[in-house]
């Protein structure tokens, strides 16, 4: 069974960055078709989708982010020590949620679903 174990969280002022980390053990990351990240905002049961990295041949092929972090945040990954990253530049108070990431399966955006069970998730606090 696949465990991921994210990291990185904190509180931060407006226009701060972070670096988010994904840590898997069980398996290699890299053996499923796609990697994401998700957050969800205080009061809110949702997980949101930001990020979404699909990898064919052990190459990084497509990258695709929400709108609302589009521009500001860069999903990536090392194959060496089997982690997946978040960089979050240009934080806003919108971001403030619990990050989660999770391996994916779905050919598209839309028809993502997630793979593992949640890990425990790295609070995000974006606030002056």
Known sequence: QVQ???S???QVQPGGSLKL?????GRHIFGYY??????RAPGNAHH???ARLVSTNHT???ITYADSVKGRFTISRDDAKNTLYL???HLKPE???VYYCNALAGLTWETTVTLVPWGQGTQVTVSS
Do not use: F, K, N
């Open 60 to 62: 990084t092929d497509y």
């Open 95 to 97: 971001d403030t949620a």
């Open 87 to 89: 960089q979050m530049d």
């Open 48 to 50: 949101e989708l930001i």
């Open 34 to 39: 796609a990697m994401g990240w998700y957050r």
């Open 21 to 25: 980390s994904c840590a898997a053990s």
């Open 4 to 6: 991921l174990v994210e």
């Open 8 to 10: 990185g969280g904190g």
